[in-house]
């Protein structure tokens, strides 16, 4: 089925550890966005990019980067784990900023 | 700073109760006003899209409205399937500007 797919869906890390999250989509859609969430925080966005080779940070960037080499790939790097970044991430993309998000499954990450 | 607030944090409902969810949200120009449904587990699911005070959709059981201030969520007579988590969501005007979630509302529909 088209959508965006996660990989993993489950990670546990340790605290300095790396990783990289990884979404990918097949609609052809410019717009993608990392968002984590958190019990009583909502969604909260990360970064998001307008299409290959553009990224921008969203309302909590710190401690994770991202790039976007082709137009079905979104990857978020987590490059040294910390306890703080135990969330729930999903990636969303439209085909412009104004259209409806369609969401990953999302990656539950633990960091000890 | 676009601010999005949804009440209440939970709603327990009988079967057939029907009932309204608020999301009162500020925002510099409104581009969208977006709901979206949360089961346990899984990813945001796209239910609705508003643009503009005044304007109405329907899907099923659920009806989203919009003013200039808030939006509601009516659910009527619903079902046990409905429960889940109801997520709103803005996007301004300007430029680029990504969506600004709430902390959305639970639902629980008891048979």
């Known amino acids: 089925n088209a959508g965006v797919t996660q990989t993993p869906k489950f990670q546990v890390l340790k605290t300095g550890q790396s990783m990289t999250l990884q979404c990918a989509q097949d609609?052809?859609?410019?717009?993608m966005s990392w968002y984590r969430q958190d019990p009583g925080m909502g969604l909260r966005l990360i970064h998001y990019?307008?299409?290959?080779?553009?990224?921008d940070q969203g309302e909590v960037p710190n401690g994770y980067n991202v790039s976007r080499s082709t137009t079905e790939d979104f990857p978020l790097r987590l490059l040294s784990a910390a306890p703080s970044q135990t969330s729930v991430y999903f990636c969303a993309s439209s085909s412009e900023p104004r259209d409806r998000k369609i969401f990953g499954s999302g990656t539950q990450l633990s960091v000890l | 700073e676009d601010q999005v607030t949804q009440s209440p944090e939970a709603l327990r409902l009988q079967e057939g109760e029907s009932s309204s969810l608020n999301c009162s949200y500020t925002v510099s120009g409104l581009r969208g006003l977006f709901w979206y449904r949360q089961d346990p587990g899984k990813g945001p699911e796209f239910l609705f899209t508003l643009y503009s005070a005044g304007e109405e959709k329907e899907k099923e059981r659920l009806k989203a409205t919009l003013t200039k201030k808030e939006s509601f969520l009516h659910i009527t007579a619903p079902k046990p399937e409905d429960s889940a988590t109801y997520l709103c969501a803005v996007q301004a005007r300007s430029g680029n500007t990504p969506l600004v979630f709430g902390k959305g509302t639970r639902l629980s529909v008891i048979a």
């Open positions: 990019s307008v299409g290959a080779g553009i990224t």
């Open positions: 609609m052809n859609h410019e717009y």
